[in-house]
């Protein structure tokens, strides 16, 4: 038995630092980038005596960073005691693998469904973690082949591709605040993604949840039960594991795909802040039959519009430190930064409304709309006016200026947000980055995502005009994603991904 679970990472295009405090929204888009996690049966068959065993065996596999790990887990407990290690472990999978476990005990009454649980641990538990080349910044590995910075040369990695660590962190060079993370990201959210990949995989594997595979249907109840089970259990995990309660979109994007976010309130995770002394199958319980109160309303770009990530390679950016300059400004000038807030939610509600308007145009006009936009990808924003030769054409050209203004009128709050909080949320290189993107035929939106700061710019472009907009980041020193939107969220798949890309790679070869 083999169960095969993903999970997709995320850009917040709206609701930077709002979406840390109830009721402001995020706007987060879902992405291709995925994290799979793959389990499997260490053994195949029990041991005579293996009724009497208290603990049983864990090992995890990540063969991107060839680390491995092996543990023992309790089976009254639910929690992991390491046994060895290939460099260092992960918290966020040994937090995924124990709340999953104690989770699957917990709400599983029937007798015989219990029994089979306990067979399946005892057998042990095979866990192997896979991050798309999107999670991880290739960046210096491509200047140092002295190769262009173009999405052809990412093209040419080959799937899950080895990571390189941090020269200055494996050296222990790093000091202070400041310290590289181990391994070069580019900020999709890898922890959130790989923490709900485990846990979904463990949950199914144990029959907790039942998930669907793409393409199968998922609109029934339980599906939906199956999904809030799995997000309570991952943004736990998620938290103990940071050793903070943070928002949570990333999780929540993770879980259910593309969607607007207002956070849960923290509260909700009082009990598994305290795990300490506390018997983890009890906190667990206590987590799964709380009445979870965020929000996740169903959202994505409409048609014809294509996300784009770039990464400019100009130094990283620390979120949690950022976070907390903002948060001490918010304490300092209350005033001011109530002020600037409401700004901004009254800007990110705007071009909500906006993108949602361009859906429904999409949907009862689509021949208006499918003609305006590819219009306007070939144009700059000054001459999209020009296209609209009827009433329903000049709703859909009113809309994506409207869209565009919201946009340009979160950047100006943020820039003021980060000035008087003293933190880079949009640096000067990125300005004149982003002002020279949204000049460009067909932008309609630029921006830094999430936090902001150095680490990467996003823009959404209109039919095609992706590709010019890739190759002027290419020109100015940027290195553009692969990445794109997938509003789906968590998802069963049929396979280990190594094996697909294998299959793929011989079918191309006997058909050429």
Not at 31 to 54: E, G, H, N, Q
Not at 117 to 123: A, E, N, P, S, W
Not at 242 to 271: M, N, T, W
Not at 330 to 335: A, I, L, N, R
Request: glycine content about 8%; charged content about 20%; aromatic content about 6%.
């Amino acid at each position: 038995m083999e169960v095969v679970a993903s999970a997709p990472g995320k850009v917040l295009i709206a609701g930077g630092y709002l979406v840390l405090e109830r009721p402001n929204a995020g706007l987060v888009l879902s992405t291709t980038a995925r994290f799979y996690a793959v389990v499997r049966p260490i053994r195949d068959s029990l041991p005579a005596d293996s009724w009497a065993w208290a603990w049983t065996d864990v090992k995890v596999t990540s063969p991107q960073l060839s680390r491995e790990a092996t543990y023992k887990l309790s089976l009254t407990k639910s929690t992991l005691q390491l046994t060895s290690a290939r460099e260092s472990t992960n918290p966020f999978v040994e937090q995924a693998i124990q709340f999953s476990v104690a989770a699957a005990k917990s709400i599983i009454t029937d007798k015989d469904k219990k029994d089979a649980i306990d067979k399946l641990l005892l057998q042990g538990l095979n866990i192997t973690i896979l991050g798309c080349n999107d999670f991880y910044s290739y960046r210096k590995q491509i200047e140092a082949r002295g190769l262009p910075l173009t999405t052809e040369v990412l093209l040419s990695l080959p799937p899950f591709s080895s990571i390189t660590f941090n020269s200055e962190v494996a050296n222990g060079t790093t000091t202070g605040e400041k310290c590289k993370p181990e391994v070069a990201k580019t900020g999709l959210g890898s922890s959130a993604a790989m923490t709900t990949s485990v846990v979904a995989a463990l949950l199914h594997y144990l029959g907790a949840v039942n998930l669907s595979c793409p393409g199968q249907p998922s609109g029934d109840n339980a599906t939906g039960r199956g999904l809030d089970l799995v997000h309570a259990i991952a943004q736990s995990a998620h938290c103990i594991a940071q050793g903070k309660i943070g928002s949570g979109f990333d999780v929540s994007a993770a879980v259910y795909g593309s969607q607007r976010y207002v956070r849960f309130s923290p509260e909700i995770l009082s009990s598994a802040q305290a795990t300490g002394g506390t018997f983890l199958p009890d906190v667990v319980s206590d987590i799964v039959t709380q009445r979870w109160d965020h929000e996740n309303k169903q959202f994505s770009l409409p048609p014809l519009m294509t996300l784009l990530l770039g990464e400019p390679g100009t130094g990283g950016s620390s979120t949690p430190s950022m976070v907390g300059s903002v948060k001490r400004w918010q304490k300092s000038d209350p005033e001011k930064s109530k002020d600037t807030w409401s700004k901004l939610a009254i800007a990110n509600s705007a071009l909500e409304n906006q993108l949602r308007i361009l859906k429904g145009l999409s949907e009862n006009h689509r021949e208006a709309y499918e003609s305006v936009v590819r219009s306007c990808s070939h144009l700059t924003y000054g001459k999209w006016t020009e296209v609209a030769t009827n009433q329903d054409q000049e709703l859909i050209v009113r809309s994506l200026l409207a869209a565009r203004d919201a946009s340009l009128e979160i950047r100006l709050h943020m820039r003021e947000m980060g000035i008087a909080a003293g933190v880079p949320i949009e640096p000067d290189s990125q300005t004149q980055l982003l002002d020279a993107t949204m000049n460009m035929e067909g932008v309609l939106l630029a921006g830094v995502p999430g936090a902001g700061g150095f680490d990467a710019v996003f823009s959404v472009t209109l039919g095609d005009a992706n590709n010019a907009v890739a190759n002027a980041w290419s020109s100015a020193g940027v290195l553009p994603l692969l990445v794109r939107e997938d509003c789906r969220g968590v998802s069963l798949e049929d396979a280990d991904p190594r094996t697909r890309e294998v299959s793929a790679a011989v079918s191309s070869i006997q058909i050429n």
